[in-house]
């Protein structure tokens, strides 16, 4: 599933033309389901952009006529064209749908709230907003309050839906470490004890049926059936603390990406896809090809640093720059985005692993994106 991030990013001077007006800052990225296109908010607006071929495809500036506000939050919904932003305007808190098609560029629909939006999650059927301590999901033909979940405290506003199916919903728990899944087409809802530290980063399969999260420790990842909270895989990031930013699972669910604060993008292989959880048999095949540590068979033993599953692929980005990252359409390819402005789409091998390989680089902010393709490294 997409990622997205919401931290204030720096901003980028175009080097060619030092007197060019300055890009604005980066407020929110997030990927669409498919990481066919990825969405900027920004301090003047918002844009879109398709990752391939590598192209802007709408740009919304309001810093003109609006008063300067910006866009903190902006989530595709799916492969339309309509977005949930929220603006930079904290003492009025709206969530507005927004329509840009060629001959509709207006926002369509509104959701008021008294606290602040700290994220926005939408599917075809469904609006959630994530407070604080709290989650609302709505209706999205009629914006009809269907379902209030109340949680711990949840600065990041974490929460996952599924894009495909019946929807399932991911969000905290009200304890240190816990989360909840909400599974309503089943109409039930289960709790999962993910970590001893708090929940710092999670992530769903598009249909709903695994999870990842990672904490604020940042050195496990850890994927579990959301049916019955059972942990299937622990994978090892790193050995030091650090900072995990995205999540995402593959469309096949094949493979789990990560990034960090550490500047390494990681890529997992994941023992069980979301087809074979429940079929023992398969499952015991695809472990005997999954990347463990050489002392993985003494599990229980020693401790779970040298028992740990270690990434396939890795590929490096700056350090302290919030990145988030996402599969491309293309098999074996991973897309990233950086808080700093910058595109990257890389490629993996399956077989060998090491180091991706960059495919191409952009620097999305410069007025001249499109013939300022960076070099590879």
């Known amino acids: ?31 669409n389901h498919e990481g066919r296109s990825f969405a900027v908010g920004t301090t003047d607006g918002f844009m879109i952009f398709d990752t391939d071929p590598f192209v802007q495809t709408i740009r919304q500036d309001f810093s003109k006529n609006d008063q300067g506000v910006g866009i903190r939050i902006v989530q595709m ?75 711990g405290p949840n600065p990041k506003g974490l929460c996952e839906i599924s894009l495909s199916g019946g929807m399932v919903l991911v969000c905290l728990g009200s304890e240190k470490g816990e989360v909840r899944v909400e599974h309503y087409r089943l109409s039930s809802s289960k709790l999962i004890k993910a970590h001893d530290s708090d929940v710092a980063c999670a992530a769903l399969s598009n249909d709903g049926r695994l999870l990842a999260t990672a904490s604020t420790k940042g050195t496990l990842v850890r994927v579990f059936d959301t049916l019955d909270g059972r942990l299937l895989q622990e994978l090892r990031r790193g050995s030091e603390r650090a900072e995990v930013h995205s999540l995402s699972f593959s469309s096949d669910t094949e493979w789990l990406a990560v990034s960090s604060n550490k500047g390494t993008v990681h890529v997992f292989r994941l023992k069980t896809s979301s087809r074979s959880i429940g079929t023992g048999g398969s499952q015991e095949a695809e472990q005997n090809n999954s990347p463990l540590s050489c002392l993985s068979s003494f599990k229980g033993i020693l401790p779970n640093y040298f028992s740990s599953e270690w990434s396939v692929a890795r590929f490096h980005v700056p350090q302290d720059i919030q990145h988030i990252v996402t599969f491309g359409h293309q098999k074996h390819t991973v897309l990233i985005i950086g808080m700093n402005g910058i595109f990257y789409r890389c490629k993996f091998d399956p077989i060998a692993g090491g180091a991706m390989t960059q495919m191409e680089c952009h620097n999305f902010l410069q007025p001249d994106f499109a013939g300022n393709s960076l070099d590879s490294e």
């Not at 599933?1 to 990225?29: E, F, K, Q, Y």
């Open 77 to 151: 919904i799916l492969g339309t064209s309509i977005f949930a932003v929220v603006t930079t305007r904290l003492r009025r808190q709206k969530i507005m749908i927004w329509h840009d098609y060629d001959l509709v560029r207006q926002v369509t629909e509104v959701l008021c709230f008294r606290s602040e939006v700290k994220s926005v999650r939408v599917r075809p059927d469904r609006v959630v907003a994530v407070m604080m301590q709290k989650v609302f999901v709505y209706d999205h033909k009629n914006l009809q309050l269907l379902h209030e979940i109340e949680t």
């Open 1 to 31: 599933m997409a990622s997205s991030s919401t931290v204030a990013g720096p901003t980028i001077r175009n080097t060619r033309n030092p007197d060019a007006t300055s890009p604005p800052s980066i407020l929110h990225l997030s990927f």
